[in-house]
T-cell receptor, first 115, second 114 residues
Framework: AQKITQTQPGMFVQEKEAVTLDCTYD???????LFWYKQPSSGEMIFLIY??????QNATEGRYSLNFQKARKSANLVISASQLGDSAMYFC????????????FGKGTMLLVSP | NAGVTQTPKFQVLKTGQSMTLQCAQD?????MSWYRQDPGMGLRLIHY???????DQGEVPNGYNVSRSTTEDFPLRLLSAAPSQTSVYFC?????????????FGEGSRLTVL
């Protein structure tokens, strides 16, 4: 079974609107971290936001927030006030504390922001 | 402020040739890893290391070798390249071996095997 599932291959949003990118995960480890990365067309991987499994509040970083619903095992990324520069591939990833905690990625969602 | 440095950025190989992708980090990170990225597949873990002298296999280790003789360096070796190894390769490191540490990525190395 996939550990990270991103069901939206592509998303379109207009500039200045908010958009939600979906991510569900599967783990039996009580201690884990959830991450979102952005990959623009230039190819580099940019860390956006982190949520720990024991964190009581949803993580926020500027225009990015993580809608963490632990019971549903979902960790959706919300981008407020989209900008043209937000057009990129977005990856959800998880790192578990059991064993040596490697980072497992979803297949990504391509976001296109239109003027 | 170098971070994670990968070389080369681009490489073309013929089937059966060998090569090494170099990865170096200057952040004194214990955890280092190699991923490959293929269209529609996300990033898949090849090998990782939790410290000098300690390496382990990830999801797709076949055809690749690694070693970790120093904290700074984590080279990835292709002993006999195959067209299926055409991909973009990323090296990444983390200060933590636990779930709280984000990974810092290199810029990627695009490899084509003919």
């Amino acid at each position: 079974a996939q550990k990270i599932t991103q069901t939206q291959p592509g998303m379109f949003v207009q500039e200045k609107e908010a958009v939600t990118l979906d991510c569900t995960y599967d783990t039996s480890d009580p201690s884990y971290g959830l991450f979102w990365y952005k990959q623009p067309s230039s190819g580099e991987m940019i860390f956006l936001i982190y949520q720990g499994s024991y964190d009581q509040q949803n993580a926020t970083e500027g225009r990015y927030s993580l809608n963490f619903q632990k019971a549903r095992k979902s960790a959706n990324l919300v981008i407020s006030a989209s900008q043209l520069g937000d057009s990129a591939m977005y990856f959800c990833a998880m790192r578990e504390d059991g064993g040596y905690s490697t980072l497992t990625f979803g297949k990504g969602t391509m976001l296109l922001v239109s003027p | 402020n170098a971070g994670v440095t990968q070389t080369p950025k681009f490489q073309v190989l013929k089937t059966g040739q060998s090569m090494t992708l170099q990865c170096a980090q200057d952040m004194n990170h214990e955890y280092m890893s190699w991923y490959r990225q293929d269209p529609g597949m996300g990033l898949r873990l090849i090998h990782y290391s939790v410290g000098a002298g300690i390496t382990d296999q990830g999801e797709v280790p076949n055809g690749y070798n690694v070693s970790r003789s120093t904290t700074e360096d984590f080279p990835l070796r292709l002993l006999s390249a195959a067209p299926s190894q055409t991909s973009v390769y990323f090296c990444a490191s983390s200060y933590s071996t636990r779930s709280t540490g984000e990974l810092f990525f290199g810029e990627g190395s695009r490899l084509t095997v003919l």
